[in-house]
């Protein structure tokens, strides 16, 4: 699913500037004179589906071959896309109190929502903005920690020394330099916040993080207690995970890890102590071994990376889909190339907005990344499924679902999924659930607070409540309050932690992780009941499912045309977002918690 570098980003290029660029002309074209709000909106997203083309074209080769050149014409195509998109976002409030039909004044609403960077009208400063954030992400993409002359580290090796070392000391080097690679972008990233808080503004909204929060059909301080509710339905599991985790890491690494304090963060087994499924080897139960390591049977299978996504596209047509576009294979980028600079961030486009489907990943042939490609390919068939809407709903009914569909997928990476794929010859049985759960909340729950804090940091600075004086201070203070981890180094302003990061620099919002973190579990438990799945829901899977497939493709099929409580009404039969499916996935497993910990200290 989605921990580390290789997980999380899916399709966010492509929706990088919020599937909703206009044209250069634009602004000059949109005639003074009233017009009609059906034929404003039919022009303008057939004029903008153009651009989008255009722009996932060049972002496409700018992330498969990181250059000063592509990076300007990248820059340069997300520049006409936004600045369009910026002028119809404009244009859309003349017809505000247009009386229209629903789709229309879906659309127009659409419009003035669909920005994740809104560039301020200034041509040069929308030049300004957009090159920026070109060079923030650039600057991520080719961070490298050199520990001695000739001797760099790119993110990728790192992932792997975090994922697998355990010297401590070797740990907090790598944490170290890696975090050093984000001190040259906070001067940009000041200058990036004035602009995009300037574009923001010159459509009505208070600031760049109103306008990301207005995105989900309720206002956006609803929206914001949505998310403290959700939290609060969860966070009792993940302080009982933190507990135990902290005195399972207390044995390994002594009196680094506090008893009773934040976990040091570079301890985890992840850059950014997102995900900690790496150590799990080191907080395992006793017996837990659940008798095979799907790593070890790819590899001994020889399976290469093609191999690894035929699997994925199985899973797809077991469900009733058809199988992937001949053009998938022969323009997807699988593997690291070794020849020049890419962004091996995983992720899922559909370059033309129909059928030109592509992932782009650095496949390494292991049990995580075969879970990823479940995972983006689950992005890929969502974005088929509604290619006959209008351009402006081709999309997910919110951004947290194009990221849970591909997560309620890889759920269904059971062991009797991999039984039924003859990868294996038999499930274990029950008693090694304990093992299998922890194993997956390590990954799950562990992620909660970390999928929240991103944005409630970037939320409080665009707003001006953290100031860049306190960029690094306030970016650990959350962590802590959510987290419950801290650096291990000492941290200054000359810092600038959450650019080292991805989607800091790379300007994609990521409260839509922490939903679909919450949604799949949801999804998953309705998946599972219309497939007739009685068993526990960790053992549940839908492959070879027509009914669950169907009940999915109708889901998808609605991209963004309605709002989208309907969306998960017809998946899940419920209008609201509801965190008691993750709570029943791991029950068992918060039993077994809170007896381990008993006597011992809880919270930090
Ligand atoms: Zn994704």
Same mark, same amino acid.
Do not use: I
């Given at each position: 699913m989605w921990r580390g570098i290789s997980v999380f980003a899916v399709l966010c290029a492509a929706l990088l500037v919020g599937g909703s660029d206009v044209s250069a002309q634009t602004p000059q074209a949109t005639p003074a004179a009233p017009r009609d709000a059906k034929t404003f909106v039919d022009a303008a997203e057939q004029r903008l589906l153009k651009l989008w083309v255009d722009t996932s074209r060049a972002d496409w080769v700018r992330s498969t071959y990181i250059t000063g050149d592509t990076e300007a014409l990248a820059a340069k195509a997300n520049e006409r896309s936004i600045s369009a998109a910026v002028a119809y976002a404009k244009d859309a409030t003349k017809y505000e109190s247009a009386k229209t039909d629903s789709d229309t004044a879906r659309k127009l609403k659409l419009l003035r929502l669909s920005l994740t960077l809104a560039t301020p009208h200034d041509p040069d400063e929308a030049a300004e903005v957009t090159r920026i954030a070109a060079g923030m992400e650039g600057t991520y993409g080719k961070g490298k920690y050199c520990r001695?002359? /000739? &001797?760099c580290l790119d993110l990728e090796d790192i992932t792997k020394i975090m994922a697998t070392s355990r010297d401590a000391k070797e740990l907090l080097d790598v944490w170290t330099g890696w975090h050093a690679i984000a001190r040259p972008m906070k001067k940009d990233f000041v200058r990036y916040v004035e602009l995009a808080n300037k574009g923001a503004r010159e459509l009505g909204f208070a600031d760049a993080g109103a306008m990301w929060r207005s995105?989900?059909?309720?206002p956006p301080d609803a929206f914001a207690k949505e998310l403290d509710r959700l939290w609060e339905q969860v966070r009792p599991l993940y302080v009982s995970l933190h507990a135990y985790v902290r005195w399972k890491l207390r044995e390994k690494y002594g009196d680094a890890v506090p008893a009773s304090g934040p976990i040091p963060a570079h301890l985890l087994g992840n850059m950014w102590a997102q995900t900690w499924d790496n150590v799990y080897p080191l907080v395992a139960p006793k017996d837990?071994?659940? /008798?095979?390591d799907l790593t070890r049977i790819l590899k001994g299978r020889k399976t290469d990376a093609v191999g690894m996504v035929k699997y994925g596209e199985g899973f797809f047509t077991s469900l009733g889909f058809d199988p992937l576009p001949k053009t998938f294979w022969e323009r997807s980028m699988l593997t690291k190339p070794k020849d020049r600079e890419v962004v091996c961030h995983a992720s899922a486009w559909d370059v033309d907005y129909v059928d030109d489907l592509r992932i782009k990943m650095c496949i390494d042939i292991t049990a995580e990344d075969f879970t990823t490609v479940h995972h983006e390919l689950g992005h890929n068939f969502y974005q088929r499924a509604y290619k006959a809407q209008p351009p402006l709903f081709r999309d997910s009914a919110n951004d947290g679902f194009h990221e849970a569909i591909g997560d309620t997928i890889a759920l269904s990476v059971t062991p009797e999924y991999l039984v039924k794929l003859g990868l294996l010859d038999r499930a274990p049985d029950a008693t090694k659930d304990t093992g299998l759960l922890l194993a997956k909340a390590l990954e799950k729950v562990a992620f909660l607070p970390f999928g929240l804090m991103i944005d409630q940091w970037r939320w409080r600075v665009f707003a001006g409540e953290i100031t860049p004086a306190q960029y690094n201070k306030a970016w650990w203070d959350l962590r802590l309050k959510y987290q419950g981890v801290a650096p291990a180094v000492a941290r200054t302003e000359e810092d600038f932690d959450p650019g080292a990061k991805y989607h800091v620099p790379a300007n994609v919002p990521y409260t839509r992780y922490f939903l679909a973190d919450i949604l799949q579990f949801q999804f998953h438990r309705a998946l599972a009941k219309t497939a007739g799945c009685t068993s526990a829901l960790n053992r549940c899977s839908i492959y070879g499912n027509k009914k669950a497939g169907e009940r999915l493709e109708k889901t998808l099929a609605m991209? &963004?045309?309605?709002?989208w409580p309907d969306a998960l009404e017809s998946l899940t039969g419920q209008r609201e977002m509801d965190a008691s499916a993750i709570r029943d996935y791991f029950a068992p497993l918060q039993k077994w918690l809170d007896e381990q910990n008993k006597g011992k200290p809880v919270g930090w």
């Open positions: 001695a002359e /000739g &001797q995105k989900y059909d309720m837990a071994d659940p /008798g095979y991209g &963004q045309s309605r709002p």
